[in-house]
């Protein structure tokens, strides 16, 4: 299975400043039809996940041009330019490149 | 948008069969595979397995020999049963449907199974 490895697993942030999330695979997440199936969660206290982010950088529709996506190969990144209030709540990364599917341990955004 | 809805026993006694159903509002395209999500109270993510449409299916190694997932195009719902539950099989059920060459962009709300007698 290809482990997901989320830094950092807990980050408080100023409101308005930016963020950072890393995830770094196990093995490439390069697939053989060219693409590479890294998405971005997010998931708030009692909410199912909602996809931010798909194929490392293409944002989902409805979500605001402030997540932004990156990477190649085994790194990849997700910024918040300016946290907002309702950007708290846990983000996971995931992989859909190889079977069987796996997330990250999560990350908690909490503002300080 | 396609909503997706599940349901089904919300208690399940240990060694018995979990048994839920997810309804999909509308929509069921050939290029959709419908999949099942799980998470432990306060923990992560693990993905369970999918179904596609034509009916093939592909399960988590981890859980394989207990998973069996079909599908029912006329009621427009799949469903999950997991046999020989233990504790550790409680968690919240995510049903997500995954866009094929993209990528899980819907999900359930999410049903609280508990393993307990």
């Known amino acids: 299975d290809i482990v997901m490895t989320q830094t950092p697993l807990s980050s408080p942030v100023t409101l308005g400043q930016p963020a950072s999330i890393s995830c770094r695979s196990s093995q490439s997440l390069a697939h053989s039809d060219g693409n590479t199936y890294l998405s971005w969660l997010h998931q708030r206290p009692g909410q199912p996940p909602r996809v931010l982010i798909y194929?490392?950088?293409h944002r989902f529709s409805g979500v605001p041009d402030r997540f932004s996506g990156s990477g190649a190969g085994t790194d990849f990144t997700l910024i918040i330019s300016r946290v907002e209030a309702e950007d708290v709540g846990v983000y996971y990364c995931t992989q859909a490149s190889q079977l069987p599917y796996t997330f990250g341990q999560g990350t908690k955004l909490e503002i300080k | 948008q396609v909503q997706l809805q599940e349901s089904g026993s919300g208690l399940v006694k240990p060694s018995e069969t979990l048994s839920l159903i997810c309804t999909v509002s509308d929509d069921s395209s050939s290029s959709y595979y419908w999949n099942w999500i799980r998470q432990p109270p306060g923990k992560g993510l693990e993905w369970i397995g999918y179904?596609?449409?034509?009916?093939?299916?592909n399960y988590n190694p981890s859980l394989k020999s207990r998973v069996t997932m079909s599908l029912d195009r006329s009621k427009k719902q799949f469903s999950l049963k997991l046999s020989s539950v233990t504790a550790a099989d409680t968690a919240v059920y995510y049903c997500?449907?995954?866009?094929?060459?993209?990528?899980?962009?819907?999900w359930g709300q999410g049903t609280m199974v508990t393993v307990s007698s």
């Open positions: 179904i596609h449409n034509s009916g093939s299916t």
């Open positions: 997500a449907r995954l866009v094929y060459a993209v990528a899980i962009d819907i």
């Open positions: 194929k490392i950088s």
